[in-house]
T-cell receptor, first 111, second 108 residues
Framework: DAMVIQNPRYQVTQFGKPVTLSCSQT?????MYWYQQKSSQAPKLLFH???????NEADTPDNFQSRRPNTSFCFLDIRSPGLGDAAMYLC??????????FGQGTRLTVV | DAKTTQPTSMDCAEGRAANLPCNHS???????VYWYRQIHSQGPQYIIH???NNETNEMASLIITEDRKSSTLILPHATLRDTAVYYC?????????FGKGTRLHILP
């Protein structure tokens, strides 16, 4: 059974049109992560939540925001997607200092 | 920034042991070494982790040097399904930063 679920698997959005990607988990983990992965590159951490505490990476553009309304759900909002934001977006969960579980990702296309 | 250095790519014959090295010379005493792999178009998958002792599970073995400055992931009998990018990560508490990883090719 899938434990970290990302919806949708594929998302097409228009240049400049806000888009939201979602992630849910059934593991009751207190840490949730969002990564951006471009072709042939390693996943790049955008931000993560430790419980309700939001931790933004210093080089994450302001265009990327996140919400975590409860333990199970986390959202990635891209306020004005540009062509350079086309990528795979990965969600992951863990307890601190234990293994992380990743979703299958959402592949975002910007047209 | 990632605190690990790995070879860009490696080849291994099917059925042989694959030994993937990782350097983490600046590791701190409370930082764990984690290994993940990513098969094409899938999310990364956890393999194994350790602090200072060698570890083994159903997927792999992890050998950590005594000074903890390097480690080796061992896949004992590589199969074609082990073709993936393998990431060595040094982690403390809640943050997980990926380095560039090693692309492992299993040759039939």
């Amino acid at each position: 059974d899938a434990m970290v679920i990302q919806n949708p698997r594929y998302q097409v959005t228009q240049f400049g049109k806000p888009v939201t990607l979602s992630c849910s988990q059934t593991l009751n983990h207190n840490v949730m992560y969002w990564y951006q992965q471009k072709s042939s590159q390693a996943p790049k951490l955008l931000f993560h939540y430790y419980d309700k505490d939001f931790n933004n990476e210093a080089d994450t553009p302001d265009n990327f925001q996140s919400r975590r309304p409860n333990t199970s759900f986390c959202f990635l909002d891209i306020r004005s997607p540009g062509l350079g934001d086309a990528a795979m977006y990965l969600c992951a969960t863990s307890r601190a200092n234990t293994e992380a579980f990743f979703g299958q990702g959402t592949r975002l296309t910007v047209v | 920034d990632a605190k690990t250095t790995q070879p860009t790519s490696m080849d291994c014959a099917e059925g042989r042991a694959a030994n993937l090295p990782c350097n983490h010379s600046t590791i701190s005493g409370n930082e764990y070494v984690y290994w993940y792999r990513q098969i094409h178009s899938q999310g990364p998958q956890y393999i194994i982790h350790g602090l200072k002792n060698n570890e083994t599970n159903e997927m792999a073995s992890l050998i950590i040097t005594e000074d903890r400055k390097s480690s080796t992931l061992i896949l004992p009998h590589a199969t074609l399904r082990d073709t993936a990018v393998y990431y060595c990560i040094v982690r403390v508490w809640d943050k997980i930063i990926f380095g560039k990883g090693t692309r492992l090719h299993i040759l039939p």
